[in-house]
C-alpha cells in the first residue's frame, strides 16, 4: 500500500503494523515463516532448498524405462551432440539462479542461454521442448509475449524452470534494449528495476534460464554472443514427411517419461549439494555426474553419448562459410566482367609500349568500367 502511495500517514502506518505483528507473534496467534513464494530452487543460507517444488524420487524400473528412451531418442537424432548438449543443459536449468547466487562469493558460474536458429522445419522448436520436458514443462512463448523489457522481466520471473521464446527476431535497431536486458539477465539475478509511484525500486528477478529459437542468426554483439550457447540447424537437417511421422509416433508416448530424469535429477542434486556448491564443478560436469549416477540407478552400462558436448561455437563457423560463399561469388563476378569488357573499353592506340601512358589509360578504362 505504502509503495502504491495509498497509505495517508505512512510512519504511523508502518510503526503501528509492526506492533501488531510482534503483539500477535509473543502470543503465539501467528508463526513466522521464511519462505520464497515462486516455484524453484534457491540458495539460502547455504543451503539449497525447493520452494513449492514436489520432490519424487523415481523407481529403477521408470528410471531404466527412461535411460532406454533417452539413448533411443539421440540415436535418432540427426543432431545428436547438440540434443545431448541441450538435454545436459536442460538438467541444470532449474538451478541456474543457484549459481548466480553462489556467482557472489566465488568465480561466476552462470549457465549460458541457448538460442536454436537455422532453417525452417530442422526440429530446433522440438529438442527445445525436449529440454523443457526433462522437467515436466511446456512453458513455450511467442516472441511477441517478450519483445519489450517489461514483457521479458514478466516471463522469466515466474518460477526458475527454464522458458522456451520461439521465433525470435533481434534487430539492434528495434530491439536494443531488450538486448541490453537480456545480457544482464543471463548472466545476473535481476532482470529489470520499475520504479513505484513515489520512486522506490523493485527488482524484478531473473529466475529463468531461456532456449530461443529462430530463423535468423543472433545480432553480432560480442557480449551478447558470449551468454549464449548458439546452434545452427542446416537445411540437410530438414526431415521428410514419414521421418517426422515415425520420430513423432515415437516421441508421443515418451514425453512423460523423460520427466523421470527431472525427478531423479531434483532429488539427487538436493541429497548431494556439494556437486553443485563445489565452485571446481561447471554445469557440463554436473551433467554429466548426474547423467552417470542415473544409469548406475538403472543398472545400465553408461552411454557413449554421455561424453558429447557442443561448445555453441559451430554457428560462427556456417556464418564464416556463408560469408566466403557470397563474397567469393562477387569476387568472380566481378572479375570475369571486368575481363571480358577491358579490352573492348581500351582503344587499340591506347595499349602501346609506353608505361606511363599504359598505366593511365588503364586506370581511366577501370574507372570508365566502374561507372557502368
Not at 508463526?31 to 539449497?48: A, C, L, N, S
Not at 544482464?184 to 520504479?195: E, N, S
Not at 545400465?300 to 563474397?327: C, F, H, K, Y
Request: glycine fraction near 6%; aromatic fraction near 8%.
Amino acid at each position: 500500500m505504502n509503495k502504491r502511495g495509498l497509505t495517508y500517514k505512512p510512519r504511523i502506518a508502518e510503526e503501528s503494523l509492526n506492533a501488531i505483528i510482534n503483539g500477535a507473534h509473543r502470543a503465539h496467534k501467528i508463526t513466522i515463516i521464511r519462505e520464497i513464494e515462486t516455484p524453484g530452487f534457491y540458495f539460502i543460507d547455504g543451503k539449497i532448498v525447493g520452494s513449492n517444488i514436489e520432490i519424487r524420487q523415481p523407481s529403477t524400473e521408470e528410471i531404466r524405462k527412461c535411460a532406454e528412451f533417452l539413448n533411443e531418442l539421440i540415436s535418432r537424432s540427426k543432431h545428436p551432440e547438440m540434443l545431448v548438449t541441450g538435454i545436459k543443459w536442460g538438467i541444470l536449468a532449474p538451478f541456474s539462479f543457484v549459481l548466480k547466487q553462489l556467482s557472489e562469493n566465488s568465480r561466476e558460474r552462470w549457465i549460458p542461454w541457448l538460442y536454436l536458429d537455422g532453417h525452417t522445419q530442422t526440429s530446433k522448436t522440438t529438442d527445445g521442448e525436449i529440454v523443457l520436458a526433462i522437467h515436466r514443462k511446456k512453458s513455450k512463448l511467442p516472441f511477441a509475449s517478450t519483445n519489450n523489457v517489461a514483457r521479458l522481466g514478466k516471463a522469466i520471473s515466474h518460477d526458475t524452470f527454464p522458458r522456451l521464446i520461439d521465433e525470435v527476431k533481434l534487430d539492434p535497431k528495434i530491439n536494443g534494449e531488450l538486448i541490453e536486458a537480456i545480457k544482464h539477465a543471463v548472466q545476473g539475478q535481476t532482470a529489470r528495476t520499475r520504479l513505484t509511484v513515489k520512486y522506490d525500486e523493485i527488482h524484478i528477478s531473473a529466475l529463468s534460464a531461456c532456449i530461443l529459437t529462430s530463423n535468423h542468426q543472433l545480432p553480432f554483439d560480442p557480449a551478447l554472443r558470449r551468454r549464449f550457447l548458439r546452434y545452427y540447424y542446416p537445411k540437410d537437417d530438414k526431415p521428410s514427411e514419414d521421418e517426422i511421422n515415425n520420430f513423432e509416433s515415437f516421441l508421443k508416448p515418451g514425453w512423460n517419461s523423460l520427466g523421470t530424469l527431472g525427478d531423479f535429477v531434483i532429488s539427487y542434486l538436493l541429497s548431494n549439494q556439494e556437486i553443485i556448491t563445489n565452485d571446481k564443478n561447471d554445469w557440463c560436469g554436473i551433467a554429466k555426474i548426474i547423467l552417470t549416477e542415473f544409469h548406475k540407478a538403472a543398472g545400465l552400462n553408461l552411454p557413449v553419448w554421455v561424453d558429447m558436448i557442443l561448445d555453441g561455437s559451430q554457428i560462427e563457423d556456417a556464418e564464416t562459410e556463408e560469408e566466403e560463399i557470397v563474397r567469393g561469388f562477387f569476387k568472380n563476378k566481378i572479375n570475369n566482367t571486368y575481363s571480358r569488357n577491358y579490352k573492348s573499353i581500351v582503344p587499340w592506340e591506347d595499349q602501346k609500349d609506353d608505361s606511363s601512358i599504359s598505366k593511365n589509360k588503364t586506370m581511366e578504362s577501370k574507372t570508365e568500367f566502374l561507372s557502368r
